[in-house]
Structures are given as structure tokens and as C-alpha cells.
């Protein structure tokens, strides 16, 4: 496991300098757990969505291979990244959905309640995304916190590490975040 975190670090540091060739390499390191994070996020969508886990890994992998010079720090950093890009990916998606359904909308719900229920229930990427781009305005930091424990699934000791702040700033972030993030999804959902 030592062996292929260093690895997967030095092939990170190196697709950071230019080296195109690392992004191959390091794709085989990756896979399983990419698509983890492609399933953890199709998962929050609803039954019957038309794109899968493996299209949104494909399209996630695409826009890694467009990027000139990634500045990955480590494989949490890297995934963090991953799961924004995934994120962005949805949000894209459900924008030209919204669109081609001329007037059909998406079912809203509170941000809340879209964390604590099943997977049934599907969230609205779009007023999601939308609050998330209002909490970045107003505490870039706070939004980070968000974005690495809702989107990227990590823990609030790895959230801690990734951004070099404690765990208790952490957990005062998530609850600041969650509701502030609530509030303005509902006030989004209730813009004529």
C-alpha cells in the first residue's frame, strides 16, 4: 500500500510538472476508486437518470486530460479535485436536461433533507451548485469544507489535513456550511 501511494504521489507531481505520459500510469491506480466516486455521486441521483457511473468517470477523465498543469498535492488533493469535476459534471448535465424538457423541472429538495434520506431522493445539482458558488463568495474556506465532505465523501480528520486546519474548525465549517447552504438552496427554490 506504501509502494502505490508513493507512486501514485511521484506520478502526481509529475503530470503537475508537464509530464503527460504520468496521466496513463496513473490511471490504473485510480480507476476503482474514481468510480466509487462516480457511483457515490450518480448514487444521489434519481431512479432511472440516463447518465451512469461509467460516463461520468469518462467525462471526469476527459476534462483531467485537458488540464495543462495540475497542481496536485496528494492523492487527497487529487481526489478532492476529482470529485469538484464530478460535481461540475452533474450540474452540466442536469442544465441541459432542464433545458431539453422544456418546463418539466427537476423535484427540489432542502439540502437537508437531501443529505439525511436515501438515495431515492434526488437532489438539484443546479440550486445546489448555485448555493455552493454564494457560500465560496461569501467563505471560500467554508465552502471547501462543504465541497470535500458532501461531494468528496472524505472524513472531517482527512477534510483537516487536506486544507491544514483542525478538526474542530472543521466541524464548526459543516455546521455553519449545512445550514447556510439549506437556507439558500430553499431561498433558490423559492425564486420566481
Known sequence: MGDEQDQLTRLLTDLSHGDAAALEKLVPLIYGELKKLARFHMSREAPGHTLQP???????????????????????????????????????????????KRGREAIRVPFEEAIAVSTDVPIDFIALNEAMNRLADLDPRKAQVIELWFFGGLTVQEIADTLNIGTSTVHRDLEFGKVWIAREVQSIDEEP
Open 54 to 100: 461509467t460516463a461520468l468517470l469518462n467525462e471526469a477523465y476527459l476534462k483531467f486530460a485537458d488540464m495543462r498543469h495540475p497542481a496536485w498535492k496528494d492523492r487527497k488533493h487529487f481526489f478532492a479535485a476529482a470529485s469538484q469535476i464530478m460535481r461540475h459534471l452533474l450540474v452540466d448535465y442536469a442544465r441541459k436536461k432542464r433545458t431539453t
